[in-house]
């Protein structure tokens, strides 16, 4: 299934993730895509284990078995002990499979997420955040486990795109945006992971100048 007829699901996501208790069970996650980039501590994918957290569950379908689950570390502040979020889990489409992984610090901002976007067990996409703003995100959009589209972000507005276009892990297409709008995009034509031509994207006006023109309207269509 095609990953852009499902983007419309991140739409949905953080309705879903805004849960709280219920259920039983549990259910097997997917394997992950490994991320490349800024590394993932060990410590960060830790937040997702339910190894020495409180699991508080929910049942959104009323089907008896879990479909969102939060995960709470125990922290001592100021001498007193707190459950702090580090996670949330949800299985979107209620198969019995978790789909979204929601990565939380201490403070409570999102840190990074981890979603199956065509519903088959394999993570397709990773979300990276700093102080809870979208920094960077990684996509398999030929679902071999790797990335090969890595999109950032400033102040969440998409300022580069990088692509691996052969397959071989190796960034060999970039786009450049301004203004959130493509502005030049380059190529590395002999595979060394190095731009060796550029294009400028059209401007707008350019590109209205260059579109055909409208074919005038028949004589009992005008007003």
């Known amino acids: 299934m095609s990953i852009c007829k499902l983007v419309p699901l991140l739409a949905v996501v953080w309705a879903l993730c805004a849960c709280g208790d219920g259920g039983?069970?549990?259910?097997?996650?997917?394997?992950k895509m490994a991320p490349t980039g800024d590394s993932v501590s060990e410590e960060q994918l830790s937040r997702c284990r339910v190894e020495g957290k409180r699991v508080v569950k929910l049942d959104l379908?009323?089907?008896?078995?879990?479909?969102?689950?939060?995960?709470?570390?125990?922290?001592?502040?100021?001498?007193?002990?707190?459950?702090?979020?580090?996670?949330?889990?949800?299985?979107?489409?209620?198969?019995g499979r978790k789909d979204l992984w929601v990565y939380y610090d201490d403070s409570g901002n999102r840190n990074m997420e981890e979603m199956d976007l065509d519903f088959d067990g394999r993570v397709d996409i990773v979300t990276f955040r700093r102080a809870g703003k979208i920094a960077r995100q990684e996509l398999d959009t030929n679902f071999d486990g790797k990335p090969d589209i890595w999109k950032h972000f400033?102040?969440?507005?998409?300022?580069?795109?990088?692509?691996?276009?052969?397959?071989?892990?190796?960034?060999?297409?970039?786009?450049?945006?301004?203004g959130g709008q493509l502005d030049r995009v380059g190529y590395d034509k002999d595979g060394d992971g190095k731009v060796d031509a550029w294009d400028r994207a059209p401007s707008q006006e350019t590109a209205a100048a260059a579109a055909p023109p409208k074919p005038a309207p028949k004589p009992d269509e005008k007003k």
């Open 61 to 95: 379908n009323k089907d008896k078995q879990p479909d969102v689950w939060k995960l709470y570390a125990t922290k001592t502040e100021g001498g007193a002990k707190v459950d702090i979020l580090t996670c949330k889990e949800v299985d979107l489409n209620y198969d």
């Open 154 to 178: 400033e102040d969440e507005v998409l300022v580069r795109v990088d692509r691996d276009t052969s397959g071989n892990g190796r960034v060999d297409f970039w786009e450049y945006y301004e």
């Open 24 to 31: 039983a069970g549990e259910k097997k996650a997917g394997p």
